[in-house]
Nanobody
Framework: QVQVVESGGGSVQAGGSLRLSCAAS????????MGWYRQAPGKQRELVAT???????TYADSVKGRVTISRDNAKNAVYLQMNSLKPEDTAVYFC?????????WGQGTQVTVSP
């Protein structure tokens, strides 16, 4: 059974930083793309950043220059370093891992940025 577990959310003031971590396990297939998405209240879930097993990265325009995604293939882990956080970054952040052409989601971790 595939498990995807996030950690590292919390509350910070605007301009602060947070680092999110995600670990995936239990797949018979290699985890190819891993990434982070977020969902703010009343809004649709949106892409934040993704990274392939070959370290090709994609970022949403809204976070470029403030966010860095990285991964440890040996640990099936992906990380999201977020700097210069803004109140509009407030959302539940979800980790997604893709393996065997299936998407696996974590439960989400809350990030709250106060003005």
């Amino acid at each position: 059974q595939v498990q995807v577990v996030e950690s590292g959310g919390g509350s910070v003031q605007a301009g602060g930083s947070l680092r999110l971590s995600c670990a995936a396990s239990g797949s018979a297939f290699r985890f190819n793309s891993m990434g982070w998405y977020r969902q703010a209240p009343g809004k649709q879930r949106e892409l934040v950043a993704t990274i392939t097993s070959g370290a090709i990265k994609t970022y949403a325009d809204s976070v470029k220059g403030r966010v860095t995604i990285s991964r440890d293939n040996a640990k099936n882990a992906v990380y999201l370093q977020m700097n210069s956080l803004k109140p509009e970054d407030t959302a539940v952040y979800f980790c997604k891992a893709v393996a065997g052409f299936q998407d696996y989601w974590g439960q989400g971790t809350q990030v709250t940025v106060s003005p």
